[in-house]
Nanobody, 123 residues
Framework: VQLQASGGGLVQAGGSLRLSCAASGRTFSTYVMGWFRQAPGKEREFVAAISRSGGRTYYADSVKGRFTISRDNAKNTVYLQMNSLKPEDTAVYYC?????????????????WGQGTQVTVSS
């Protein structure tokens, strides 16, 4: 599967952005989808993940209550709605796909990655 992330940009603290990740192929609904981020000089970290049906979602503590992951299997797309953004949310955001039942929160469990989209939050 090929993944294309979009929707990043520059926003002031307290603002919102919605990231999208479009997937190619007909088997999108068989993949667990995740969002990760990587700030300069830091390791890639888990942000959110969603089960194949969309019925279960998981979040990093740092974004819980502010970010919402969702998916539309008919459109082969996963979304990350980011509200109440903080400067520490600044990073390159990546979407990833994992061909399994289990929702993982570690990057090395994911099989496919998008190219990343930059999110910059100014104070």
């Amino acid at each position: 599967v090929q993944l294309q992330a979009s929707g990043g940009g520059l926003v002031q603290a307290g603002g919102s952005l919605r990231l999208s990740c479009a997937a190619s192929g007909r088997t999108f609904s068989t993949y667990v989808m995740g969002w990760f981020r990587q700030a300069p000089g830091k390791e890639r970290e888990f942000v959110a993940a969603i089960s194949r049906s969309g019925g279960r979602t998981y979040y990093a503590d740092s974004v819980k209550g502010r970010f919402t992951i969702s998916r539309d299997n008919a459109k082969n797309t996963v979304y990350l709605q980011m509200n109440s953004l903080k400067p520490e949310d600044t990073a390159v955001y990546y979407c990833a796909a994992d061909n399994t039942w289990v929702v993982a929160v570690t990057p090395n469990e994911y099989d496919y990655w998008g190219q990343g989209t930059q999110v910059t939050v100014s104070s």
